[in-house]
């Protein structure tokens, strides 16, 4: 009886010693993402982030009906990107994802 008392109370010590492992949380996409024309030819956008584990964002951007290039990586904890670069009136479209080594958010997207 000794024996299994001493047993279970080295199990509990070397359970409670052993480094767990960190797992990182669910890499959802950004949050509330918004665009203000600020210019003529200039569009900002902010977006918030709930996750923890992240490296940084990308942005990327399509003129009315056409595909979407990516435009910006910004590193992590940047939640604003001022897009100085529109040459033409009419809809852009903008989506961001966060990056985590090779993985990548679903995307956020705004008109």
Same mark, same amino acid.
């Given at each position: 009886? *000794?024996?299994?008392?001493?047993f279970a109370t080295l199990m509990l010590f070397v359970s409670a010693? +052993?480094?767990?492992?960190?797992? =990182?949380? *669910?890499? !959802?996409? =950004?949050? !509330? ?5 600020? /210019? ?15 490296? /940084?964002? +990308? ?6 009906? /056409? ?8 590193? *992590?904890?940047?939640?604003?990107? !001022?897009?100085?670069?529109? +040459?033409?009136? /009419?809809?852009? *479209? ?11 958010? =679903? ?5």
């Open positions: 009886m *000794k024996t299994s008392a001493i010693c +052993t480094p767990k492992e960190e797992v =990182p949380d *669910k890499l !959802n996409a =950004p949050e !509330n993402l918004t665009a203000a024309q600020t /210019g003529l030819n200039s569009v900002r956008l902010l977006w918030e982030v709930s996750v923890k584990t992240y490296d /940084g964002a +990308t942005i990327e951007r399509a003129y009315e009906d /056409g595909a979407y290039e990516k435009i910006a990586s910004l590193a *992590k904890d940047v939640l604003i990107y !001022n897009d100085r670069s529109l +040459t033409e009136e /009419g809809l852009y *479209k903008y989506r961001v994802a966060l990056l985590r080594g090779q993985e990548v958010s =679903p995307y956020a997207e705004v008109s």
